[in-house]
Structures are given as structure tokens and as C-alpha cells.
């Protein structure tokens, strides 16, 4: 899981620093235990600080990451999520949680980070 292509939505792109997006595909690719398709990023702030627990279900894990940033701190939830599209290749699409939909239309609002 989480290995071929990533793709990030035009939200992620725009309003997501892309220090923390970098930061969040790394959390992933350094997982310690067996990845979960669903990774959940629950990003806060104090102060000039930004907050990221990390969590994945199966199995059962979480990380909590705090550094200073030079940017005000993004608060937010934001799942990535692995899959294999039709040929049965894998990618992994970075999304908030809020916007949660997958229809066809989803798929144009993708933006390749490889």
C-alpha cells in the first residue's frame, strides 16, 4: 500500500503548506507497523507550534508530532487513502475529511505529486 502515484485534491493543493504536505506523505512512507489503507492526520495549532496526531485503525497506531512553524498553524483533518485503480495499480490520494466524495468528477480534481 501507498506506493505508484499520489495525488493530492486542488484544496490540499491550495491551502495546505507545502512543508506540511511533505511532511504527512513522510509519516507515511516511515510507518513503523503495517499500513492501513486509511491514514488520518489530525492537524492543530498552539501558539506557533503545529500539532499532527497521526492514527491508522488497523493495525492500531498513533503518533503525535509537535515543531515550531514559520506559518500559522493549519487545523484540519485529512485522510490519505490508498487504492488500485482499474488495472490494478496502487496510488494514494490526499483529501480534508470534510470533502470527503468520490464520484467520477473527483478523480479530475486530482493533482500528481510524483
Not at 491551502?15 to 507497523?33: G, K
Amino acid at each position: 500500500m501507498f506506493s505508484g502515484n499520489r495525488y493530492l485534491t486542488k484544496r490540499i493543493h491550495e491551502e495546505l503548506p507545502l512543508f506540511l504536505q511533505l511532511f504527512l506523505w513522510n509519516c507515511i512512507a516511515e510507518l513503523p507497523v503495517p499500513k492501513d489503507y486509511l491514514q488520518i492526520f489530525r492537524l492543530s495549532g498552539a501558539g506557533s507550534q503545529q500539532i499532527i496526531m497521526h492514527s491508522q485503525e488497523v493495525p492500531p497506531y498513533e503518533k503525535r508530532y509537535q515543531f515550531a512553524v514559520p506559518f500559522s498553524p493549519v487545523t484540519a483533518k485529512i485522510y490519505v487513502i490508498s487504492e488500485y485503480d482499474a488495472n490494478q495499480k496502487p496510488y494514494a490520494t490526499m483529501l480534508f475529511a470534510d470533502c470527503l466524495l468520490y464520484t467520477s468528477d473527483a478523480a479530475d480534481d486530482r493533482i500528481s505529486v510524483d
